[in-house]
């Protein structure tokens, strides 16, 4: 059985005047957590964390797959919307991961992620997870919740009106798009855990002076539990912890029931 990660971290968006801080550290420390489990694992940090390494990245973690095998993919950075244009999605917004290049128009929607996931052999099991917004508050700039420890509290949501760029058709399309209903959930062919609620942000904070993603600290803080076998186990552990009044972000699972209580990475 092969065990194989690609974690991605990414606090530069140049460009974007919207930088964090804790995504490098979140790949970092999921990439010592699975290699503990024994994954091969991948890792793109920043400038390297482009739409075409990504995927370029997925590709390669998809190939080959047999049944039983085991792949993670993690996700630490901004995330967003884009107006829907081939008419798959209710709400008209397809979500999307933002890679490095994001303002370059590299955009890394939840389209072209279901079309790499599908074709992972059938039976080998997939855990996605995204630390970052796919909001479907409609804002330019997040306000801040109180800070949980020492340092700033920062939304992983990139308003799409950041990366238009004066596109007065693009623009006019997210206006559209704005006024339709929050996103339900992202369809992967796969396990998600998801850090919020379509309608939050997740939040970059700092923890004992070492910035974090506030859903990353909170997992990895649970699976030290070495009791914790289960995505289901995990979820429920890490609610323990989030959302609390410093950092109002509710974490999410989803997948099949069968899949929820089978085993963990």
Partial sequence: ??????????????????????????????????????????????????????????????????AGDSLVFTFSGHGSWLPDDDGDEPDARDEMMCPHDVTKDQF????????????????????????????????????????????????????????????????????????KPAPTKLQYPALLFSGCQDTEFSYDTSFNKRPNGAFTRAAIDALKDTAIKTPRALHDAIRQKLPSQQLPQTPQLFGSRADKVGPLF
């Fill in 1 to 66: 059985m092969a065990k194989r990660a690609l974690c991605v971290g990414i606090n530069n968006y140049p460009g974007s005047n919207m930088d964090l801080a804790g995504c490098v550290n979140d790949a970092v420390d999921w990439q010592a957590l699975l290699e503990s489990r024994g994954y091969s694992v991948t890792q793109l940090l920043d400038a390297a964390a482009t739409r075409s390494n990504i995927v370029q990245a997925l590709e390669a973690l998809v190939t080959g797959t047999a």
């Fill in 108 to 179: 890394l929607l939840d389209d072209d992620l279901n079309a790499i996931f599908s074709r992972k052999a059938q039976h080998a099991r997939l855990y996605i997870i995204a630390d970052c917004c796919h909001s479907g508050s409609v804002v330019r700039y997040a306000s801040e919740p109180a800070r949980p420890d020492d340092g700033a509290v920062r939304a992983r949501f990139l308003p799409p009106y950041v990366f238009a760029r004066g596109d007065r058709l693009l623009e006019r399309a997210i206006d559209r798009a704005a006024g």
